[in-house]
């Protein structure tokens, strides 16, 4: 018979989790067994996101772009749980808007967020994931196959880049036991996306989209699997067509 809790006694740290999917996910890896350290910016955001987790769960306001943010992240998560075995990123930003009329400052930022900071943390969990034979799963997007990404195209720069560098990092870290997934969603009943309907004019009807507990089951499944198996991309989309 499968375990109730099969992730018991396993470490996750989870950026993002103040809200949307890195919210979902956090609760869903707390009701499988792990411990969860939830991060993201919003102190109020995580305090709720930890008390729905449970006790084992401990939440860490931090903006992963400050300086030394990624040595942070893994120093409170070892110094608190002792060890990391599942590292999970759903932190990112959006832009819209031409690339003719985009500032230094947008092009910055973004990248920033979406790519650098994704990158700085993983580098600095490594050690820690080797030692545990651990996973990554880094929620990206399924904007790196839209047919047209006009007026979204920083974003969608961002988003093929953290894919190309997952990618690389699976080729290049596999041999050392650690399992690399890449979780893309399409459009999700995120506060996110409800911003940019608003933006946009659009009619807000979340029941017809993806809800962030579907893409947390879809990448914990993942994370479920025997160790001689690795899932590599995962897309999912709403069931329900426009």
């Known amino acids: 018979m499968p375990s109730d809790n099969p992730l018991a006694g396993h470490v996750a740290l989870v950026t993002g989790a103040g809200r949307g999917i890195g919210r979902a996910t956090a609760l869903r890896l707390a009701s499988l067994g792990a411990s969860v350290l939830c991060v993201a910016r919003s102190r109020d955001e995580l305090e709720s996101c930890v008390a729905e987790a449970g006790p084992k769960a401990a939440a860490l306001p931090l ?99 953290l894919r190309s560098l997952t990618d690389t990092l699976r080729s290049e870290i596999n041999q050392d036991g650690i399992r690399v997934l890449s979780v893309m969603p399409g459009t999700t009943a995120t506060p996110r996306q409800e911003a940019i309907h608003a933006a946009a004019g659009k009619p807000w009807h979340p029941e017809r989209l993806l809800q962030p507990e579907d893409v947390a089951i879809a990448l914990c499944g993942a994370l479920l699997l025997p160790e001689t198996a690795e899932a590599t991309d995962i897309f999912v989309r709403p069931m329900m067509k426009s």
């Not at 759903?90 to 979406?114: I, P, R, Y």
């Not at 820690?128 to 920083?154: E, F, M």
């Open 63 to 161: 903006d992963i772009t400050a300086p030394d943010a990624a040595q942070t992240l893994i120093e409170t998560a070892l110094t608190r749980f002792g060890k990391l075995d599942i590292l999970v990123l759903s932190s990112g930003a959006f832009h819209s808007g031409t690339l003719e009329n985009l500032t230094d400052t947008d092009f910055g930022k973004l990248f920033d967020v979406n790519v650098r900071a994704p990158l700085s943390i993983i580098r600095a969990a490594l050690p820690a994931l080797r030692d545990s034979k651990g996973q990554i799963a880094v929620v990206n997007s399924t904007i790196i196959r839209a047919a047209s990404t006009a007026g979204r195209g920083l974003y969608a720069a961002t988003q093929a880049a």
